[in-house]
Nanobody, 119 residues
Framework: VNLVESGGGLVQPGGSLTLSCTAS????????TGWYRQAPGKERELVAA???????TYKDSVRSRFTISRNNGANVLLLQMNSLQREDTAVYYC??????????????WGRGTQVTVSS
């Protein structure tokens, strides 16, 4: 199983980015999937997740600005990020958690993509 994130980069405050995560070896539609992020010196935190049934959850601070979605046909997980703030600067990781995984952290993870919000 291999998860690969893309779409990170440098963006000015107020800007937008769309992160993508592609998978080989699994089909996202059969997993709880989502995005965590980790800023320097901070713990990894859940940003957004989507269940197999399509139910979404968000970190409160991103709820009105980020949208998680899943393209089952292309087997791609997306995170549309709008109105980015400096506090959103972090490495963003996608994950996929199956029924045999006790927690998100026991699931499959990508290597991360850097998002930097700066003027």
């Amino acid at each position: 199983v291999n998860l690969v994130e893309s779409g990170g980069g440098l963006v000015q405050p107020g800007g937008s980015l769309t992160l993508s995560c592609t998978a080989s070896g699994i089909m996202f539609e059969f997993y709880r999937t989502g995005w965590y992020r980790q800023a320097p010196g901070k713990e990894r935190e859940l940003v957004a997740a989507i269940t197999r049934e399509g139910t979404t959850t968000y970190k409160d601070s991103v709820r009105s600005r980020f949208t998680i979605s899943r393209n089952n046909g292309a087997n791609v997980l997306l995170l549309q990020m709008n109105s980015l703030q400096r506090e959103d600067t972090a490495v963003y990781y996608c994950f996929a958690r199956g029924p045999s995984h006790y927690t998100d952290f026991d699931g499959y993870w990508g290597r991360g993509t850097q998002v930097t919000v700066s003027s």
